[in-house]
């Protein structure tokens, strides 16, 4: 299958060079050229099915023809090695728990998936470096960095803002060592980010060092991000649930997460309708009630992972829709909370049920309260565990969080990182150091 870019003015290219590269030279983002639907064979088997069966038919079905079958089989088994199980939280809500992974947060899925895919095209091209860089506000650089530890050929430099990410999710990436680099910028996260902009952009480094990116804008990480929405589905259909009326919301930041869920539609499966949930970055928002898109700077918020100011995939959401503002606003719906309503919900929601929201979380289940309509029942992403938050949720929720275990257990190794000013000479000089 190829690919092809969102901006229209670059050529097609194949999966192994819409990975290696990332982002196309237009700038656009890669989508794939066809969106197939899936047999409706598939849909009567997704209650029965293992996390992994299925991951592995919906893989064959996007990567298929450019990746020997075992090979997609293997990969796509390792990547989930864990569970994402979906939980009740009320008759009409459930929780799908995407935290079990190696680092407590949903981008495990998309990173580890990636590096895989990274390390199999790397078997055939001889010594390779190629270099990952990638920015991150906490759990980016943990998924990344987890991901990628001892993938053969591949280097990751990690670009965190010093003394703005919490002591948990900074030992989740300084503490690895190998192939892994983190650089701690003196600066913030879009500081970080504009540095990993600039050298994609450089011509004296990309000529030297083959660069890629491992955020969303990566078509290895953002597609099998699709794979746990069968599985919710799956999952829900298992217990008898009447499935006509399914609505799914998605906390969003970069909004990587729910295109991959419009595109699970697209391929088929039975989801009603989507929300998009925001905190007080609401772009997005923005857009569907008024037609007009605004990126503008982000502002910082209790749900840190979801502030974002200009998303980079809503190129492809745009894309999907071709560009048609009505279709995008039929299918899926937004809102925006204030950091006091995440609280709020956050500290109501243990006392009425038991469940302990993160504040991504809390951002979606508030929504679904809100949003949903007799005789729909709702799916919302718990996109981290609590724990990753724990002083803001304890602060929040006057009740303790325990650590678990793999998460202390990063807590317990020595820091190393490389501090760098917020400039890009010097990040550049670095890089070259290492060419
Ligand atoms: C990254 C992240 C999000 C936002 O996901 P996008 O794909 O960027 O929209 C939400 N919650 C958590 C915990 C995250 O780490």
Redesign the pocket.
């Known amino acids: 299958m190829q690919y092809r870019s969102t901006a229209g003015n670059a050529p097609d290219v194949s999966l192994e060079e819409a990975v290696v590269k990332g982002l196309a030279p237009d700038r656009g983002l890669y989508m794939p050229e066809r969106i197939g639907r899936l047999p409706e064979d598939f849909f009567r088997r997704l209650p029965s099915m293992s996390l992994q069966e299925m991951a592995c038919e919906v893989a064959q079905s996007l990567f298929g023809e450019d990746i020997d079958p075992e090979k997609l089989r293997e990969l796509t088994a390792e990547t989930l090695n864990f569970t994402i199980p979906l939980v009740e939280v009320t008759p009409e809500r459930y929780s799908l728990e995407l935290f079990h992974g190696p680092t407590l ?3 495990d899925v998309g990173a580890r998936f990636m590096a895989r895919l990274l390390g199999y095209f790397n078997r055939d091209s001889g010594d390779r470096l190629v270099n990952v860089l990638v920015a991150t506000s ?3 650089g943990s998924a990344v960095a987890n991901g990628f530890l001892g993938v053969e050929g591949v280097r990751v430099f990690v670009l965190y803002p010093k003394g703005k990410v919490s002591p948990i999710q900074e030992s989740q990436f300084t503490t690895l060592g190998r192939n892994i680099e983190a650089l701690e910028i003196d600066g913030t996260f879009d500081d970080c980010q504009a540095l990993v902009k600039q050298a994609f952009l450089d011509g004296e480094l990309n000529d030297r060092m083959m660069l890629t990116s491992a955020n ?1 804008i990566n078509v290895a990480r953002f597609l099998p991000q699709m794979f746990y929405y069968f599985h919710a589905w799956g999952q829900l259909a298992a217990t008898g649930a009447d499935m006509e009326n399914i609505v799914v919301c ?9 295109t991959a869920g419009l595109i699970a539609k697209r391929m088929g499966l039975p989801i009603k309708r989507f929300i998009a949930a925001n905190n007080a970055n609401d772009v997005f928002y923005e857009y569907l009630v008024t037609g007009e898109y605004r990126p503008r700077h982000s502002v910082q918020t209790i ?1 840190n ?2 502030d ?1 100011g200009d ?1 980079s ?1 809503f190129a492809r959401v745009l894309d999907l829709y071709g560009h048609d503002h009505d279709a995008i606003a039929a299918e899926t719906s937004g809102c925006t909370y204030t950091d006091k309503e995440i609280a709020a919900t956050m500290k109501s929601t243990l006392e009425e049920t038991g469940y302990q929201l ?1 504040p ?1 979380g809390a951002v979606a289940y508030r929504a679904l309260t809100e949003q949903l309509r007799p005789g729909e029942t709702g799916i919302f992403l718990e ?2 565990h609590p724990a990753k938050f724990k002083e803001t949720v304890e602060g929040i929720t006057g009740a303790g969080v325990e650590i678990p275990a793999r998460l202390a257990a990063f807590m317990r190794g020595k820091k190393q990182s490389v501090p760098l000013p917020a400039d890009f000479d010097a990040f550049k000089t670095l890089l070259l150091s290492k060419a």
């Open positions: 947060a949903f981008k906490g759990d980016t969303s998605v906390p969003s930041g970069n909004f990587g997460n729910i749900a992972a979801m974002v998303p995939n993160d991504h996109t981290a």
